[in-house]
């Protein structure tokens, strides 16, 4: 309850005004000019807490939640007689899951088959993963009366009250199915329906409603009006057919239902979208590898050693005429005459056993030269190794595939819609068109996306990046236009000749090793970048080409990133691209002397080229101040220098007509040295300065200098 201190509209204070009233004029006055408003309600819920061992209610009773409300609210003011709202809100909903554990195997019985015996650990899963439902009826009736208060509120003019009454019923409902353990279904459905109110029953001034149950009573007799309904369909395919190969499949359609009741016959539209997508990574070094690998398992003919044959009763084994030499000069004694001293004799002994033994060591080395040598002439170089090992470099291959169809329908009659529309396998919906339509009957939008990439590692330093890309998109209302685009490289200046060529990335590491860098750099690397594009836009068709762009960029062509041996950072980057969009007239018919239909307009040029550089130094250092009150307080500090320089040249120019020469727009020239300076004194205290200076020279705006200076200082207070 609230009293306002003046009357609506003026100035005049209330209190004052009803003190000189009597008490029955004070009372109807209060009635006019105040706010009342008061609310009740309620809220119960229900569910059931402990499971029980019962299969019929652990699976049913046990997963339903209930839940009802009402409430109710009154209020009036100097503007509105009177506001009466009631509610009533129910809904139940279940839930079951099936767990993990229900599934069988069909193929048990097949074992470990040779070829056939991944089969036998198939899983089928007989039941779905889970199921939930929900209900919802909602009933709310609000009846609103305005009114107009005089300026003293003694009286008042109340206009026809208006009575609103709305039952509406929402249900859903969705499962998730694993057919077998790479493929898995989800489906979900929900709709909106509004129970037909009862006009004959309910006046306008009447604070009557349908019951709670009457409206579900005439809910499920059909009673009822569909005001929308959705769908949402899901199937993924994981298969694992070799183990060097990766396979994604998925299919969703998205659908949705809406009717317009207000509308009648032109109120009814569909819409379905849906996705197909599919992808391959193909792992072509470990395919080639485990080829390798099966090879140099599997040794090669000829290349074992034959073993020595069994000897005949009472001789010796086959032995090697030089091994049989070798072992009678190790039995055979040494002698010396008698009359040599003992050392004498071994030194000789010595001598005459390495001069004996030096001719053979020489031979023995000639021999195993001799055999090396035809044993390289023998083996040689395997085609099919080399080949094999160069292969097994390959990254990598990356196979994307995507499809994109959204329809709408509008203006249908009141049929029922196909169940293929719903899931996006049909592309009409079943009904026909109500023919007091006069807007678009059909909204059609197509897209599909081709992604193929790569790589190739020359070396270990040395890296190879591909990729190659194909995009188209049509859309259909009144009129049908489209566009596409995919990797392209362009011939010549612009002139839009060329052919589809994927973008590469080559990055060179490792070029601290080489002289230059070797004493002053700890790591080097340079790399570039080519990506080209040509687009195409149509209409009616895609031989009706009203413009092309061409867009070729080098970004970048050459990046040299350079770490010093003294912790200093250099980054050199040097960027080029060039753009070419021309635009064609599908409808002109001018042709040439050899009657070619030239249906070239005009046509833009673009030129860019930008060098970049940026070189940084960073030191960390810290120390504590010896002071007893500081209580050795630590201080962090650390420089950030920097400096920066870049250049950018850009060139626009038009042609209009085939044959006339190219007209230049715009050329701006811009350059920029900027060196900066941070300097850290601590955690808290931060500061540094900078310094640019550059220019600007463009033909359209003429000659700009650059110059700037700055110092800023950061202080970060906190409390403890």
């Known amino acids: 309850e609230a009293t306002p201190n003046r009357f609506t509209g003026s100035d005049i204070f209330v209190e004052y005004t009803l003190a000189r009233l009597p008490d029955s004029s004070r009372e109807k006055v209060l009635d006019h000019i105040q706010s009342l408003c008061s609310q009740t309600g309620f809220n119960v819920s229900v569910s059931r807490r402990a499971r029980s061992n019962n299969f019929l209610v652990k699976n049913t009773i046990d997963n339903l939640r209930t839940s009802f ?10 503007t509105t007689k009177k506001s009466n709202r009631q509610g009533y809100n129910g809904s139940i909903d279940y839930n079951l899951n099936f767990g993990r554990d229900n599934f069988i195997k069909p193929f048990a019985w097949i074992g470990k088959a040779p070829l056939f015996g991944k089969l036998s650990e198939t899983k089928l899963y007989y039941s779905p993963q889970k199921i939930d439902a929900r209900l919802q009826a909602t009933n709310n009736l609000q009846i609103n009366q305005t009114r107009t208060v005089s300026a003293f509120g003694d009286r008042e003019r109340v206009a026809t009250a208006r009575r609103s009454d709305d039952y509406n019923v929402t249900y859903n409902y969705g499962t998730s199915y694993k057919v077998f353990e790479n493929l898995t279904l989800d489906l979900a459905r929900n709709f909106a329906e509004r129970i037909r109110p009862d006009t004959t029953r309910f006046g306008a001034d009447s604070t009557k409603t349908l019951g709670f149950t009457q409206g579900l009573g005439r809910f499920l007799s059909g009673d009822k009006d569909l005001l929308n309904n959705g769908q949402s369909f899901n199937a993924r395919y994981n298969p694992n057919f070799v183990s060097w190969m990766n396979n994604n499949f998925s299919y969703s359609s998205t659908y949705r239902f809406a009717n317009n009741i207000q509308q009648a016959d032109v109120g009814r539209s569909t819409n379905v979208s849906k996705n197909v997508s599919a992808t391959a990574s193909i792992r072509l070094s470990t395919f080639f590898q485990s080829l390798q690998r099966k090879k140099a398992a599997t040794s090669p003919a000829g290349s074992q050693r034959q073993a020595p044959g069994r000897a005949a009763p009472g001789k010796k084994p086959d032995v090697p005429e030089e091994k049989e030499q070798k072992e009678e000069e190790e039995e055979r004694p040494t002698r010396r005459p008698p009359d040599a001293p003992e050392e004498e004799a071994q030194g000789e002994g010595a001598n005459k056993d390495k001069k004996e033994k030096e001719p053979e ?10 055999k090396e040598s035809k044993g390289r002439r023998g083996v040689g170089i395997n085609p099919i190794t080399a080949l094999v090992s160069t292969l097994a470099k390959i990254k990598d291959v990356q196979f994307n595939y995507n499809e994109r169809n959204s329809l709408g329908h509008n203006a249908l009659l009141d049929e029922p819609i196909s169940l293929a529309y719903q899931f996006g396998f049909a ?4 009904p026909d068109y109500a023919e007091n339509f006069t807007g678009a009957l059909r909204n059609v939008s197509k897209g599909s996306t081709y992604d193929v990439s790569t790589g190739f590692d020359v070396t270990r330093n040395i890296n190879i990046g591909l990729k190659f890309s194909y995009d188209t998109q049509e859309t259909e209302t009144t009129t049908r236009t489209g566009n596409s685009s995919l990797s392209w490289f362009q011939l010549g ?13 080559v990055t060179l590491n490792g070029l601290e090793k080489f002289a230059l860098f070797k004493k002053i750099a700890s790591t080097a690397n340079v790399s570039t970048n080519f990506s080209g594009k040509k687009s195409t836009v149509w209409k009616d068709s895609s031989a009706g080409v009203t413009g092309e762009d061409f867009s070729i960029s080098f970004r970048p062509l050459l990046r040299l990133n350079v770490n010093w041996k003294n912790g200093m950072v250099s980054n050199f980057q040097f960027n080029k691209t060039t753009g070419y969009k021309p635009l064609y007239n599908p409808n002109s018919m001018l042709a040439d002397e050899f009657g070619f239909v030239d249906t070239f307009q005009s046509a833009s040029f673009t030129k860019t080229t930008e060098i970049s550089f940026t070189h940084t130094y960073s030191k960390r250092s810290g120390f504590r101040i010896p002071l007893p009150f500081l209580k050795n307080k630590e201080l962090k500090n650390s420089v950030d220098l920097r400096v920066e320089f870049t250049y950018n040249n850009t060139e626009q120019s038009s042609q209009y007509g085939r044959d006339t020469d190219k007209t230049a727009n715009n050329a701006t020239k811009r350059w920029e040295f900027k060196p900066s300076m941070t300097y850290s004194f601590s955690t808290r205290v931060r500061g540094g300065s900078h310094f640019a200076i550059g220019n600007t020279q463009s033909k359209l705006s003429g000659n700009t200098k650059i110059v700037e ?6 202080i970060s207070i906190r409390g403890q």
């Open 709 to 714: 200076f700055g110092i800023d200082v950061n």
């Open 493 to 505: 200046d612009a002139d839009g000749s060329g052919f589809a060529f994927p973008e590469w990335t």
């Open 427 to 430: 592309d009409e919906p079943g």
């Open 361 to 370: 060591g020489q031979g023995g080395k000639e021999e195993k030269k001799e």
């Open 69 to 78: 409300s009402y409430t109710r609210g009154q209020s009036s003011s100097s």
